[in-house]
């Protein structure tokens, strides 16, 4: 495993507390994330099995698995755009594929660090939006990055010109409404009706998101120049509308995580629950 630390003078600057030069949005959710990393490292690195959130994001792993199924079969060249803590680079890396990670998050690159060891994997604390490099990959990934930026259409294309021909971008964002509805506990009224008109959900200096429509996120991609094969709903339980259904001390057990994900498969196929999941998840590809 190599680290590259080459983020750009912002990004290094948000590090030590200040935030001058960084958007605005981009800025409330890195300070969040920093935030998280102090006060709650456990929480945060939930990889290690001793964290109180490891059975639930691996759970959450096999939902977006279900859902691309056998689009990372085979031995491929994979960038993991907005790797965070390498919950998708060690299982990656484990079977084989060749791995680089990009994330702003120093903190959650420490992380995936600690967990991937001697594997061969690339991680780079840098702006994915910035970061360049000549190697073109079979698949990228971008699970719950494109919503979280204030241009996802320009994010989408500089991802997508670092695909193969061919190859495929996997990526994910938050959903409208399912966003709202699974996550309106630290929002107000003013939240609510700016998030009416423009489907951003946000919290000053902590958070913030724009929630898509499935037709959204496929503008998005085709307007990148690219082929879209899919977009699903997935986590209806899990963090989404339905999750105080959820037991969360059972995750760990494979009856009950089988469970939850046949359940998911249904609501993605109900004709009222399916349009309100957390998250739409998308494949596309780009013209050969």
């Known amino acids: ?166 190859g495929v971008l996997i990526c994910s964002v938050e959903a409208w409404p399912g966003a709202l509805l699974a996550d309106s506990s630290d929002l107000d009224l003013d939240a609510l009706e700016a998030g009416l008109d423009s489907h951003i959900l946000q919290v000053p200096g902590e958070r913030w998101v724009r929630a898509s429509g499935s037709g959204d996120l496929a503008a998005i991609l085709r307007a990148a120049g690219l082929d879209v094969l899919s977009v699903e709903g997935t986590h209806y339980l899990p963090d989404g509308p339905l999750a105080g259904l959820m037991e969360p001390e059972r995750c760990g057990e494979a009856e009950y995580a089988d469970r939850v994900l046949d359940l998911e498969r249904r609501l993605r196929s109900d004709p009222s629950l399916s349009a309100l999941p957390r998250a739409w998840l998308a494949l596309a590809r780009r013209p050969r």
């Open 1 to 166: 495993m190599s680290f590259h630390q080459t983020p750009p003078d912002w990004l290094r600057r948000l590090h030590d507390g200040d935030p001058s030069g960084a958007d605005p949005e981009v800025a409330w959710n890195l300070t969040g994330l920093l935030r998280g990393w102090r006060e709650w490292p456990d929480a945060m690195d939930f990889l290690a099995p001793e964290s109180p959130n490891h059975a639930w994001k691996q759970l959450e792993t096999r939902l977006y698995a279900a859902i691309w199924g056998d689009a990372l079969a085979g031995k491929l060249d994979i960038l993991d755009a907005a790797c965070g803590s390498g919950r998708m680079l060690l299982p990656l890396a484990e079977a084989g594929h060749r791995v680089v990670g990009v994330d702003a998050c120093r903190p959650s690159l420490e992380a995936a660090a600690r967990h991937l060891g001697e594997l061969p994997v690339e991680l780079h604390w840098h702006d994915v939006r910035a970061w360049q490099t000549e190697q073109r990959f079979d698949r990228i990934l971008a699970l719950e990055l494109l919503c979280y930026l204030p241009e996802p259409a320009a994010a989408a294309a500089h991802l997508a010109s670092m695909l193969r021909p061919g």
